[in-house]
């Protein structure tokens, strides 16, 4: 069984040493070891001397920067210091200076920053033939108004026009330096009352009535009211829905449909009231149907409304995606409706994962409570051939071992060797290993961009190589390329993980399954939410769960460091299988929701079979997010080269909240503490 040893920058130098940049072990194998002796010194005394230049170059010892940068003429990031003094100085560099860097560093991500700077130089200086020589397609829209007003400017204006027309098309009032090219596109012949209508369609999908107001103004009077009963329409979508008593017209098809968005969302249940009425008396087609069909579905359900289950079922199949037929279940499982489960399972099987596979489970189950278990058994098998979370469900089911179809990639040594030559590439590595893995991911994304999905994989390879986990196996999902379990599940920090699962009695694979979904091994990882480290621990978790282990000084940012991440990470989750009595899938769930929420989610009176109850979970993102701890935990058994334990052995019934019922109702699962 394959492993990686390799926990990240700094805990092993086997794969740091500058011989084994691209090349494998096997390729090097008649290398001098002196030679590469010499080369990693020479590598290892330029990552000092470039943390000095830097150094340096912020305190304002020149001398020391100067007599640094001469000596590193030939390391990967020269080009990051030669940056750093050009930037300082862009107010009063001269077009030279910026163009020689721009083509003698045009690879790197940060010349693109710099050429945005100096194009906003120019623009304030008013060097507008300057400005176009530099210009490259911009992102940003200002700069792009700019462009404009450079042709303008230089009487550059072949296709202006037709350029200014694209820039004024949008949803928003766009920046006021495009104003004079729009003033022009005003008063040419572009300018047409269609033209402006499309732009007013464009505002109003984004709810901009004060720029729809502006631009009605451009319009005939006709037009102008209708425009005026438009946002009248959607500013009050309640009245504007009653009777409307609009002409046909695509305009008010558009208003109405924009009416009924809003209205579900403010008012569902005068949504489903209103609807059959427009419906019936306006065109719209059937895509626009099922889409609002659709809404009212789903806001039926969530809602809990007595019609929920007529609407679910009443949507046409192009408005069938994954969260209408994950409310379906919901709604069929909640009573165990198992026969309108099967009638919305019948028909042409969904061709797209993850509702495809859902979609096949599910119509087994179904089949197997109505009694056609040879029908059930051939969905189960043919769902066992595959892997994820329903294809073990299924081969659980009919008591069969897991098909984990892992296909290592090939290796290819003169690829791996070219890509590991690539700058970029090189940059890549040396940022990582200096710990800048902000400017290392960036470097690294421009460096798959010219890539095949061929090299990305190999890319994953040496990204993996060099013990950046997180970056290889995000590479493996832009490569579509899922088969490599080797490097999609990697190994890293086995001795800690290993250490403190023991410690506290926790399935080492359940550990490894919740850090990988958690962070992807990267150890500084930040949520929006404020998560923090490999098992993304909230500051307040942090500090409580830190108190509670005697863990003395304890600091938020210590979450970052594996040393305190993963002890406080693993105790929290020795607290949720404490608070849920072993019960693998309400801790997992609790970690990511809250043992609050899950708490809640627990049944007063029933004994809930596990799949269903996981497939209930109100939270999409926690209802994805325990399907994949659990069959990433059967595929971690495999990667630790243990027995693989089956989904159904983790997966315990959901037992009621009140003790007394769970004898009687047969439920294996325990008692749930709600403290």
């Known amino acids: 069984m394959q492993t990686a040893d390799l926990a990240g920058p700094g805990m092993n130098t086997r794969y740091r040493n500058g011989c084994l940049w691209g090349l494998t072990l096997l390729l090097l194998a008649a290398m001098p070891a002196a030679w590469c002796a010499d080369e990693e010194a020479r590598l290892q005394e330029q990552r000092r001397e470039f943390l000095q230049a830097q150094r340096a170059l912020r305190t304002g010892d020149i001398r020391s920067f100067k007599r640094l940068l001469a000596d590193l003429s030939d390391y990967p990031l020269y080009a990051y210091l030669l940056y750093d003094v050009l930037r300082a100085r862009l107010p009063t560099a001269s077009p030279e200076e910026v163009s020689s860097f721009l083509v003698r560093f045009g690879d ?271 969905i189960f098998h043919q769902l066992a051939t595959e892997r994820d979370y329903y294809a073990f469900l299924a081969a659980d089911r009919m008591g069969i071992a897991y098909d984990l179809n892992h296909h290592p990639l090939p290796e290819d040594l003169g690829e791996w060797e070219r890509l590991a030559r690539m700058p970029a590439v090189q940059r890549a590595r040396e940022l990582y290993v200096l710990e800048m893995t902000t400017a290392a991911a960036r470097e690294w994304q421009h460096a798959l961009e010219g890539m095949t999905t061929y090299q990305m994989q190999i890319a994953a390879m040496i990204a993996s190589n060099w013990g950046w986990h997180h970056r290889a196996i995000l590479t493996m999902v832009k490569a579509r390329s899922l088969d490599d379990l080797v490097l999609r599940f990697p190994v890293p920090y086995e001795k800690q993980l290993r250490e403190y699962a023991d410690l506290r009695n926790l399935d080492l694979a359940w550990v490894y399954a919740v850090t990988r979904a958690e962070s992807a091994f990267l150890e500084d990882a930040r949520s929006p939410a404020g998560a923090l480290g490999l098992m993304q621990v909230m500051p307040q978790t942090g500090r409580d769960t830190a108190r509670s282990i005697g863990l003395r000084k304890f600091s938020t940012p210590q979450l970052l460091d594996s040393g305190t991440n993963i002890p406080i990470g693993t105790a929290y989750l020795r607290q949720m299988l404490n608070r849920f009595n072993d019960n693998v899938v309400l801790a997992t769930a609790a970690y990511n929701a809250g043992p609050g929420n899950v708490s809640n989610w627990i049944s007063a009176q029933d004994c809930i079979e596990p799949d269903i109850w996981i497939e209930r979970i109100p939270f999409t993102e926690t209802r994805k997010y325990v399907q994949r701890i659990l069959y990433y935990s059967s595929i971690y058994d495999w990667r630790l080269g243990q027995e693989v334990v089956p989904l159904r052995v983790r997966m315990a019934a959901v037992s009621p909240r009140d003790p007394n019922l769970v004898a009687g109702l047969g439920c294996t699962g325990g008692v749930v503490s709600m403290h």
Not at 155 to 166: I, K, N, P, Q, V
Request: one cysteine or more.
């Open 108 to 378: 790197l991500p940060r010349a693109e920053d710099l050429r945005s700077e100096w194009l906003r130089t120019l623009a304030r200086r008013g060097r507008w033939q300057a400005f176009l020589t530099f210009y490259a397609p911009q992102t940003d829209t200002t700069l792009q108004c700019y462009q404009l007003l450079a042709r303008i400017r230089t009487g550059s204006r072949a296709y202006l026009l037709e350029d200014a027309r694209t820039l004024w098309l949008s949803p928003r009032s766009q920046p006021s330096q495009c104003d004079e090219a729009f003033e022009m596109l005003y008063a040419s012949d572009l300018m047409t009352h269609e033209l402006v209508w499309s732009r007013i369609r464009l505002a109003m999908d984004e709810g901009e009535t004060g720029l729809a107001r502006n631009l009605a103004s451009r319009l005939p009077a006709g037009d102008q009211r209708w425009v005026g009963r438009w946002i009248a329409i959607y500013q009050n979508p309640a009245r504007g829905t009653l009777d409307p008593g609009l002409e046909d017209t695509e305009i008010a098809r558009a208003a109405l449909l924009q009416a009924m968005r809003r209205l579900v969302k403010m008012d569902g249940n005068l949504a489903i009231t209103r609807w059959p009425a427009l419906r019936s008396s306006y065109g719209f087609a059937a895509a626009e149907q099922a889409e609002i069909d659709r809404l009212l579905a789903l806001g039926a359900a969530k809602n809990n409304h007595p019609e929920a289950k007529d609407l679910l079922g009443a949507v046409h199949s192009v408005g069938i995606d994954e969260e209408l037929f994950d409310w379906r279940l919901r709604v069929a499982l909640k009573t165990r409706d198992w026969r309108t489960l099967l009638g919305w399972t019948e028909g042409e099987v969904p061709d797209k994962d993850p509702v495809r596979q859902s979609w096949l489970y599910w119509r087994a189950r179904a089949l197997e409570q109505t009694g056609n278990a040879e029908d059930a058994s051939a």
